[in-house]
T-cell receptor, first 116, second 112 residues
Framework: EAQVTQNPRYLITVTGKKLTVTCSQNMNHEYMSWYRQDPGLGLRQIYYSMNVEVTDKGDVPEGYKVSRKEKRNFPLILESPSPNQTSLYFC???????????????FGAGTRLSVL | SQQGEEDPQALSIQEGENATMNCSYKTSINNLQWYRQNSGRGLVHLILIRSNEREKHSGRLRVTLDTSKKSSSLLITASRAADTASYFCAVGRTGTASKLTFGTGTRLQVTL
């Protein structure tokens, strides 16, 4: 089954304690992206990656890091989490290229993070 | 700022009625997509319309696109309680083929 898998689904942590949210896709997609969703603000892109070892900032990258060492994995790293990073996080992937199907993004189920 | 802005923010209708949601955007686009999100879950793609298309259908969904007004609408006909969800438009902009920018969403409540 084609899917994007995020872990953990729920996470409560304290300010300053480094954490990593993993994301893995099994569709051989080149493009992967992280979003955060906050009430009234919709989805905002944090970082994205066009392929292995190619990453770039989205709209709200401050306080986050990513890496893309393998095509299927795109972890999100919070080196020193702060309460304003409490949010619902989504990983997404899509293929790159021509054709309608390659414009569609597939989302993970989300990670609800609370930073105390 | 958000590219896609949905209107209304919230919509409550009865089962069997039609639901219409609107999306406005600001710049030239390559395509516009609609996604659905059940409460707290991941988004699921519903339908995509290209910038050179004016209308598209998929089951009970009908999407229109007016590039001169930079707006799109999503119509769900004969709504069901299971249609209760948030609906987001997402624009794929010209020149940034891989990036999708999402709006703030319309929360649809369908009551029995």
């Amino acid at each position: 089954e084609a899917q994007v898998t995020q872990n953990p689904r729920y996470l409560i942590t304290v300010t300053g304690k480094k954490l990593t949210v993993t994301c893995s896709q099994n569709m051989n997609h080149e493009y992967m992206s992280w979003y955060r969703q906050d009430p009234g603000l919709g989805l905002r892109q944090i970082y994205y990656s066009m392929n292995v070892e190619v990453t770039d900032k989205g709209d709200v990258p401050e306080g986050y890091k990513v890496s893309r060492k393998e095509k299927r994995n795109f972890p999100l790293i919070l080196e020193s989490p702060s309460p304003n990073q409490t949010s619902l996080y989504f990983c997404a992937s899509r293929a790159i290229g021509s054709g309608l199907a390659k414009n569609i993004q597939y989302f993970g189920a989300g990670t609800r993070l609370s930073v105390l | 700022s958000q590219q896609g802005e949905e209107d209304p923010q919230a919509l409550s209708i009865q089962e069997g009625e039609n639901a219409t949601m609107n999306c406005s955007y600001k710049t030239s686009i390559n395509n516009l997509q609609w996604y659905r999100q059940n409460s707290g879950r991941g988004l699921v793609h519903l339908i995509l319309i290209r910038s050179n298309e004016r209308e598209k259908h998929s089951g009970r969904l009908r999407v229109t696109l007016d590039t001169s007004k930079k707006s799109s609408s999503l119509l769900i006909t004969a709504s069901r309680a299971a249609d209760t969800a948030s609906y987001f438009c997402a624009v794929g902009r010209t020149g940034t083929a891989s990036k999708l920018t999402f709006g703030t969403g319309t929360r649809l409540q369908v009551t029995l």
